[in-house]
């Protein structure tokens, strides 16, 4: 199932800003060509209430009443950027609780992105936190939800937004020292939700043999360990090889049996409740393909890659791998 709107494509943050509708686009067309746009439902926008689980009533206002400004000098807002933001929000809000209800995955093609956003500031192109205002929605209903991060940058937002909450594991791999500079492994949130923030901070160069690494030996045993409920994808195509703002350097394949792992991990252990949600990631084409390949998989199918270097093939991330475990074994039972 897919949730879309193409109001998505009317968000232009500013002329020729890299967050740009031609990213949504260039997937909608993909799975078009393939026969995967199937099942695609219009998404209702996120309510106040739903917004407020996660953001200060002063930060909606703000971003509802601003008319013309900026949250941040990259992420300008118009009149219309606060409407298509609760939409966005509402179409991943939507996707997970038809995941949750039905038992099968979901897919949210969303702009503009969301984990940059926290309680009450907004960054990095994102006004409202989509895949957080989601498992709030699904923590209100006494559920436990893992998060997990694939986007090239850290999600402060999402970290900040779930620090100290233990019904909501938050696992992110990213480029470290980049924007938005958080996300140590020695972060592993705050008070009753020590342990369910689990950073992995990749340096330049880290790609599919470090990410391999990371889910072999901390993302599905620790998700194993915390047994969620539904599990949230935050999807960015920005640690791509081929993606122009990042130094990470997945390949396609590799981006696809990340997430068909997750899809894998949730069939077996938590009843096909899986999400994802897109974030950033900058190469159309790599966006095209890396989620008609992950939309394929799900409909027992395969797609040609053609973003297929391996650049990094011997895990040029394990040091940033140990440090994680060393930080999270108080938590987590971690070979
Ligand atoms: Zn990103």
Same mark, same amino acid.
């Given at each position: 199932?897919i949730?879309?709107?193409s109001?998505f494509? /009317?968000? &232009?943050? *500013?002329?020729?800003? $890299?967050?740009?509708? #031609?990213?949504?686009?260039?997937i909608?067309?993909?799975l %078009?060509?393939?026969?995967l746009?199937?099942?695609?439902?219009?998404p209702?926008?996120?309510?106040?209430?739903?917004?407020?689980?996660?953001h200060?009533?002063?930060?909606?206002?703000?971003?509802?009443?601003?008319?013309?400004g900026?949250?941040d000098p990259?992420?300008?807002v118009?009149?219309?950027?606060?409407?298509?933001?609760?939409?966005?929000a509402?179409?991943?809000?939507?996707?997970?609780?038809a995941?949750?209800?039905?038992?099968r995955?979901?897919?949210?093609l969303v702009?503009?992105?969301?984990?940059?956003?926290?309680?009450?500031?907004?960054g990095?192109?994102?006004y409202?936190?989509?895949?957080?205002?989601?498992?709030? /929605?699904? &923590?209100? *209903?006494?559920?436990? $939800?893992?998060?997990? #991060?694939?986007?090239?940058?850290?999600?402060?937002?999402? %970290?900040?937004?779930?620090?100290?909450?233990?019904s909501v594991?938050?696992?992110?791999?990213?480029?470290y020292?980049?924007?938005?500079?958080?996300?140590?492994?020695?972060?592993?949130?705050?008070?009753e939700?020590?342990?369910?923030?689990?950073n992995i901070?990749?340096?330049?160069?880290?790609?599919?043999?470090s990410?391999r690494?990371?889910?072999?030996?901390?993302?599905?045993?620790i998700l194993?360990?915390?047994r969620?409920?539904?599990?949230?994808?935050?999807?960015?195509?920005?640690?791509?090889?081929?993606?122009?703002?990042?130094?990470?350097?997945l390949?396609?394949?590799?981006?696809?049996?990340?997430?068909?792992?997750?899809?894998?991990?949730?069939?077996?252990?938590?009843?096909?409740?899986?999400v994802?949600?897109?974030e950033?990631?900058?190469?159309?084409?790599?966006l095209?393909?890396?989620?008609?390949?992950?939309?394929?998989?799900?409909?027992?199918?395969?797609v040609?890659?053609?973003?297929?270097?391996?650049?990094?093939?011997?895990g040029?991330?394990?040091?940033?791998?140990?440090?994680?475990?060393?930080?999270?074994?108080?938590?987590?039972?971690?070979?």
């Amino acid at each position: 199932m897919i949730v879309y709107d193409s109001r998505f494509l /009317d968000h &232009v943050p *500013s002329p020729f800003h $890299v967050e740009r509708p #031609d990213r949504l686009r260039s997937i909608v067309d993909r799975l %078009r060509r393939e026969g995967l746009f199937l099942d695609v439902q219009m998404p209702a926008p996120a309510t106040e209430e739903e917004l407020r689980r996660v953001h200060r009533e002063s930060y909606v206002d703000l971003v509802r009443n601003l008319g013309e400004g900026f949250v941040d000098p990259e992420t300008a807002v118009h009149p219309g950027t606060f409407d298509i933001a609760t939409l966005a929000a509402g179409a991943v809000l939507q996707a997970t609780r038809a995941a949750v209800r039905d038992g099968r995955p979901a897919l949210a093609l969303v702009r503009p992105p969301g984990h940059h956003a926290g309680p009450d500031y907004g960054g990095g192109f994102c006004y409202l936190n989509n895949v957080a205002v989601a498992a709030a /929605d699904q &923590v209100a *209903s006494g559920r436990r $939800v893992a998060i997990l #991060d694939y986007d090239a940058h850290h999600g402060n937002g999402t %970290r900040d937004i779930f620090a100290a909450e233990p019904s909501v594991l938050y696992v992110s791999t990213h480029q470290y020292g980049i924007y938005p500079g958080t996300g140590p492994a020695e972060d592993v949130g705050e008070g009753e939700g020590r342990g369910f923030t689990v950073n992995i901070p990749f340096s330049a160069g880290c790609g599919d043999a470090s990410y391999r690494a990371a889910l072999d030996t901390i993302v599905e045993p620790i998700l194993t360990q915390f047994r969620p409920e539904v599990v949230l994808v935050s999807l960015g195509i920005d640690a791509h090889y081929r993606d122009p703002l990042t130094s990470l350097t997945l390949s396609s394949p590799a981006y696809v049996e990340m997430v068909s792992r997750g899809a894998e991990w949730a069939a077996r252990s938590c009843g096909h409740r899986f999400v994802i949600a897109l974030e950033g990631g900058y190469h159309l084409e790599a966006l095209a393909e890396v989620f008609a390949g992950v939309v394929a998989h799900f409909e027992g199918r395969t797609v040609p890659l053609a973003l297929t270097e391996v650049l990094d093939d011997k895990g040029r991330g394990l040091e940033a791998i140990e440090a994680t475990k060393k930080a999270q074994r108080e938590f987590w039972n971690l070979r």
